[in-house]
């Protein structure tokens, strides 16, 4: 099983990235699937998670700016990051579940700096 997630990088604050993590593996349309992220000296966090039937869910932190979508053709989950702040800096990580099963991503970095 692989979660090759991209798409981390340099963004200035009030910024938009686009992570995408593509799935093999697994049977990827049976599987929620998640973004999570961890900031140094954190807890690791979820972030959004989008179910195996479309519903989302969000942080908080994060409603009304980050949206998760999925793309079960192409095995790969999406976070649209806008109106980025210094406060996202963090290690994203790509997570697919279901009742037996949890695996992670390597993750990527994003940076929100000026």
């Known amino acids: 099983v692989q979660l090759q997630a991209s798409g981390g990088g340099l963004v200035q604050p009030g910024g938009s990235l686009r992570l995408s993590c593509a799935a093999s593996?697994?049977?990827?349309?049976?599987?929620?699937m998640g973004w999570y992220r961890q900031a140094p000296g954190k807890q690791r966090e979820r972030v959004a998670e989008?179910?195996?039937?479309?519903?989302?869910n969000y942080a908080d932190s994060v409603k009304g700016r980050f949206t998760i979508s999925r793309v079960n053709a192409k095995n790969t989950v999406y976070l649209q990051m806008n109106s980025l702040k210094p406060e996202d800096t963090a290690v994203y990580y790509c997570?697919?579940?279901?009742?037996?099963?949890?695996?992670w991503g390597q993750g990527t970095q994003v940076t929100v700096s000026s």
């Open positions: 997570n697919a579940r279901n009742r037996n099963l949890d695996y």
């Open positions: 593996g697994i049977i990827f349309s049976a599987f929620h």
């Open positions: 989008i179910t195996s039937l479309g519903s989302t």
